[in-house]
Structures are given as structure tokens and as C-alpha cells.
């Protein structure tokens, strides 16, 4: 009997076993942290994409170029060691006071940190279809072109953004919304956080009247 | 005889508990710990609830880490310690020890006045 005793407990712990790892369900647990820390991501990222907005307007405020870029490559910088890449394509315009029937530039910055060169890219302005070709743009680089309108009303005009990388060719049309009177930056971000978890990414605009 | 059959009966129980033991836990899966990541969102969430009241970014241009951890009381957890560093082009260390522990990052880029970006991290541990 006392034999037999050990056997039974032996079996009352292995049902005790069994019983543990199934209630566990590892792949749930696994899942599960997946989608929270892919949240936790995705909650990153928008703050990163709000505090890149906020400086926008932080810096048109106080008539401050570069904030921009400066904010992005400290971001990307801080996101290297944690295996995060923070890739994209900033186009700013900015123009000052319309003032009626008169030249107004139209200053356009194109930041690139895609992660890679451009090897060529393409701006076209829709007020006469002027044009300019850049070659080779690295990474973590600007170019600038100043365009030149004149208007009598207020009027859209759109500025076409071609590139090509290795990897992809892209077309963005951005809005330049004019108005008699008025100084504005319009801001257009391309914006890619990869992380071993997965990728968040996010195109948007800003305007910003400017003083 | 009875006694050697008892112990072989008893060297046959444990033998079988340790077979289905290591059957069933012992393939190195190991169980992944949520308790971290939950760490990390709470910190997360408690850094952008005072950046909502508009002070994360002028106390992160200060480097006053201990205004900061003074707002993280009350947002935090209790039975969690924690500790905000304040990180320019690279973060202060911190000298922690603990077997597990978790750190929540968050960005800000300045304010009206000063325009400078910085990350804002709090590491977070189990109270001793």
C-alpha cells in the first residue's frame, strides 16, 4: 500500500503539471506581449510625429528655420541604439507676405532621411511648371530651391515632389494654399519608424501662418 | 522483498514526475514577462499625462529630473520605484539594481522660449 502511495502521488502530480501548462498557453502570453509592446510602438511614434508638429509651429512662431531637421536627426539618433529607424522625407515651403500683383518667392526645402541617397529628385511648380533636378542627395541632407509667383486672389498651387532611391520612386503633390496678405509654411512629412516589431508610418501636412 | 518493491515503486513515481516535468517545461521556452512591457506603457502614459499639462518640456530643459519624478508620484503605480534622466545627444547613467527592470522614453522638442529637442526616460524597478 505505502508503495502504491508513491505511485498515486507521482500521478497526482503529474495531473497537477498537465493542468499548469495548459492554463499558461505560452502562445497566448507571447502574443499578447506582442500586442502590447507593438502598442506601446505605435504610441511612440505619435509622439514623435506630435513633437515634430509642435515644432513647426514653435519655429514659424519665432520665424526659426532648421528646427526641423535638427529635431528629426536628434530623434534618429536617440532611436539607433534601440534597433529603431526613424526614415522619411521632409518638403517645406514657405513664402513670406502676398502682397497683390507683385513677386512673392516660394522658398522649398527638401530634407532627405530616407535612409539612403536620392539619386534624383524632381520639384515642379504649378504656377508657370518651372522645374528643378537634384542629383544625388544623401541622407541626413537638404536641398533648396527658391520658386518665384505673382497673384491678384487667392489660389492653390501645387508643387510636385518626384524621387528615386534604390528601392522606390515616389510622387507627392503638396498644396501651397495662397492667400492675399498672408505668410504662411506649409510643412509635408513622410515619416517611417521600423523597429523588429513592425513599422509605423504616417504622411501629413502643416500649415502654419507665419508672422 | 516487499521493502525493495516499495522503493522501486517510489524511484518509478519520481522518475515519471521528472520525465513529464522536463517534457513539459524543459525546452527553454521561457515565459515571456508582460510585467515589463506594462512597466513601460504605465511610464509612458504617466510621462505624456504631464506633457499634457504643458510641463514635461520646460522641467526636461531644466534638467529638473526631480520636478519630474515628483509628478510621476502620482501617476506611477505604487510598490514601483523609478528614476527620470534627462538625455540631450546621450543620457546621464543611472546606477540601478535591480534583476528586472524597464524604462519608458519620450520626446520633447522645447517650448515658446527655447527650442531644443530632448528624451525624457524614466526607468522603473519593483519597490524594495
Redesign the interface.
Known amino acids: 500500500m505505502k508503495g502504491q502511495f508513491f505511485l498515486i502521488s507521482g500521478l497526482i502530480i503529474i495531473v497537477v503539471l498537465l493542468l499548469i501548462k495548459s492554463s499558461l498557453n505560452l502562445a497566448q502570453i507571447i502574443e499578447n506581449k506582442k500586442y502590447l509592446e507593438m502598442g506601446l510602438e505605435r504610441k511612440e511614434f505619435s509622439n514623435i510625429r506630435d513633437e515634430l508638429v509642435e515644432t513647426v509651429e514653435l519655429s514659424y512662431n519665432k520665424n526659426e528655420t532648421g528646427n526641423m531637421e535638427k529635431y528629426i536627426v536628434y530623434v534618429r539618433q536617440r532611436l539607433k541604439p534601440r534597433t529603431i529607424d526613424l526614415n522619411g522625407l521632409a518638403v517645406e515651403s514657405s513664402f513670406k507676405k502676398v502682397i497683390s500683383g507683385s513677386n512673392t518667392g516660394l522658398n522649398v526645402t527638401v530634407f532627405n532621411f530616407l535612409g539612403e541617397t536620392i539619386q534624383s529628385l524632381n520639384l515642379t511648380f504649378s504656377y508657370d511648371g518651372s522645374s528643378q533636378v537634384f542629383s544625388n542627395v544623401a541622407d541626413n541632407s537638404s536641398v533648396k530651391k527658391d520658386f518665384t509667383f505673382s497673384t491678384t486672389s487667392d489660389v492653390n498651387y501645387t508643387l510636385t515632389v518626384n524621387y528615386t532611391t534604390s528601392t522606390e520612386t515616389r510622387r507627392y503633390s503638396v498644396q501651397i494654399p495662397v492667400q492675399i496678405g498672408k505668410s504662411k509654411f506649409i510643412g509635408f512629412f513622410n515619416l517611417r519608424m521600423n523597429s523588429l516589431r513592425g513599422e509605423n508610418r504616417d504622411e501629413f501636412s502643416k500649415v502654419v501662418e507665419t508672422a | 522483498m516487499k521493502g525493495v518493491?516499495?522503493s522501486?515503486?517510489?524511484v518509478?513515481?519520481?522518475l515519471?514526475?521528472i520525465t513529464?516535468?522536463l517534457v513539459?517545461?524543459g525546452s527553454g521556452?521561457k515565459?515571456?514577462?508582460?510585467e515589463v512591457?506594462?512597466w513601460?506603457?504605465r511610464g509612458?502614459?504617466a510621462l505624456?499625462a504631464i506633457d499634457e499639462k504643458n510641463k514635461l518640456a520646460t522641467l526636461a530643459l531644466a534638467n529638473d529630473t526631480s520636478s519630474i519624478e515628483s509628478e510621476l508620484a502620482s501617476l506611477l503605480p505604487l510598490g514601483l520605484d523609478y528614476d527620470v534622466v534627462v538625455?540631450s545627444?546621450s543620457c546621464p547613467s543611472v546606477g540601478i539594481s535591480s534583476e528586472k527592470i524597464s524604462s519608458a522614453?519620450?520626446?520633447?522638442?522645447?517650448?515658446?522660449t527655447n527650442?531644443d529637442?530632448k528624451?525624457v526616460v524614466v526607468y522603473i524597478w519593483r519597490g524594495t
Open positions: 518493491l516499495k522501486f515503486e517510489a518509478i513515481a519520481i515519471a514526475v513529464v516535468y513539459l517545461f521556452e515565459i515571456p514577462d508582460i512591457v506594462t513601460r506603457t509612458f502614459e505624456k538625455c545627444q522614453n519620450y520626446f520633447v522638442v522645447g517650448n515658446t527650442i529637442p528624451e
